[in-house]
Each structure stands twice: as C-alpha cells, then as structure tokens.
C-alpha cells in the first residue's frame, strides 16, 4: 500500500509552465524532435497538445502496492514515445486509440476514481503529455484529491522533465527494458535507452518511491541478467523490483521470429534463478 504520507504535493505553477515551454520545440523525451506542439503539430509520439485519453477506470492488475485492496485508478494516454514491436496496448500507444480530454476534464476524471475508491490515480504513458498531467494534478489538488499519483513509464525519460515533476508524483512505477543499444533499437526504436534510463531513474529516486519493472523477453535471458546486474550495481535496494515473465506476441513481433513466441517453462525456471541469484531482494515476481 502507498501511504497517504508518500503524498508531496509541493508542485507548482512555475514547474507547469517549464513544462509547457518545453512543448513549444518539443523536447519532453529524449528523443527531442523539436516538433512545435503547442501549435497542435504532432511529435514521435504522435501526439499534439490536447491530450488523448484512452481509458480511465479501476484496475486490480498492477503491483501490490499499487493494486492495493479497491485497485488503482489508472488513466490511459494514447501515443507513446517508444516504438515497441511488440507493444500489448499497441490500439492505443500507436494507432490513438482514445478520445481528446481537456485539463479539466482530466482533472475531473482523477477526482471521479477517487470517488469510486481508487487507491492512487496511476498515469499510464503520460511522458509526451507531461505538462497537461501535472496541471491537471494541480487542479485535482485543489479539489479535493487525496490519494497518490503514479507515474507508469516505460523509462525513457529526460531528466530534465522528470525534474520538473518533483512534487506532482508521489511513486514512480518505472520500466527498465534493455542493457544493450542493439536490442533498443531493435525492438523500441530507441538505441539511447540504456544511456538515459538509470539517470532518470536516479532522479526520480531523489525525489520519492520507484518501483523498476523488468519484463523477460524470450531467448533474451542474457539482457535479462545484465538488466539486473545494473540495477543491482548501480540503484541496490533503494529501488523494488516487478519482474515479469508473462510476455506474449503482439503488434509486429511476427516480424521478429526470435521474440514471436511465449517464454517457455525453462525459460521461466531460468529466469527466477536469475532474479535469485541478481541480489535484489525487494519486489514482486510476476507470472
């Protein structure tokens, strides 16, 4: 459970209005397009400046921490700024699949799953709409929200806007996929992950709670130990682990023969032995 004393609330007005300015030539992600965002134009994530909600809606499915006993609140933003092929929510990272929300609307939807007994209000891929999610805290705050904010990100991240959400996130659920550039690029468009992931999660622990997810690719049990071995080197335990085996093919990952399949028994047999052997020792492992 995230306790009520995890909530910061210390942004501001200034932090918003950095975070906006970073739209005008969009730099919010490391992939620093420079697309003009705030004019509507859309950036690699496929995104333009008024935010694009997929769902908002209880959820029972994410760590126990976050799940807690009524279920997290999460809201789904549609577009993304990796290019996973083999993305399970692909209908709304990479086709758009959503409906346009405003601030306040956005707002009002955070404050309705605290109603309905959300535990957390838990942003799914909010990185390409960064600005309009804190504003929209801020104004939750303001109403009367409560209960904490997750920010559920795949990891690749500026530090520089993370920074600038220091006191609109209370937790950071926080992907760490590849050690290796070649498998970055291969499969997520994006060769710089292993370069900014660690420094973006050491700004986020500044700042408060991160939980690092890791999901286990097949025949990839190698990055999967390196992945580990870094966390480990680097973050120890100041950091909790959310190792996932469950992976199955979606999107293009037909393309790509070496990962168009589930992990098998062995693999997961071999993997736990990893996780064992990684020297983290607070998490959750994940069938």
């Known amino acids: 459970m995230i306790r009520a004393d995890f909530i910061t609330g210390r942004g501001n ?15 919010l992600c490391p992939r620093r397009c420079l697309v003009r965002r705030l004019e509507g134009r859309r950036g690699v994530c496929r995104s333009g400046v008024v935010p694009v909600v997929a769902s908002a809606t209880l959820h029972r499915g994410e760590e126990p921490p976050i799940s807690g006993k009524n279920g997290s609140g999460t ?18 990272s990479q086709l758009g699949v959503g409906k346009k929300t405003t601030v306040a609307e956005l ?3 955070m404050l309705g799953l605290q109603r309905a007994g959300a535990e957390n209000v838990n942003f799914v891929t909010p990185t390409h709409f960064a600005a309009q ?30 920074r600038l959400l220091d006191g609109f996130v209370d937790v950071y659920l926080c992907d760490y996929r590849y050690a290796t ?37 097949p025949g990839q049990l190698a990055e999967t130990e390196k992945v580990l071995g870094r966390i ?14 469950q992976y199955f093919p979606a999107h293009r990952a037909d393309e790509y023969p070496e990962i168009n399949r589930r992990l098998g028994a062995w693999e997961k047999r071999e ?17």
């Open 13 to 27: 007005l200034q932090q918003i209005r950095a975070l906006y300015g970073l739209m005008g030539k969009c730099r």
């Open 75 to 92: 809201v789904f933003f549609s577009g993304c700024n990796m290019g996973c092929v083999y993305c399970q929510n692909y209908p709304i």
């Open 107 to 109: 707002a009002e939807k």
């Open 133 to 162: 999610t804190a504003h929209a805290v801020l104004l939750a705050r303001r109403g009367g929200l409560s209960v904490p904010v997750v920010w559920n990100s795949s990891g690749y991240e500026s530090v520089e806007t993370i």
């Open 181 to 217: 550039p070649e498998l970055a690029k291969r499969y997520s468009g994006a060769e710089d992950y292993p370069l900014v992931v660690e420094e973006a999660i050491e700004e986020m622990l500044r700042q408060c709670r991160v939980i690092i997810r890791h999901l286990c690719l």
């Open 232 to 245: 480990n080197a680097r973050f120890g335990n100041r950091v909790e682990i959310s190792f996932m085996s």
């Open 271 to 287: 993997a736990r032995r990893v996780l064992d052997s990684s020297g983290l020792e607070n998490g959750w492992l994940q069938e």
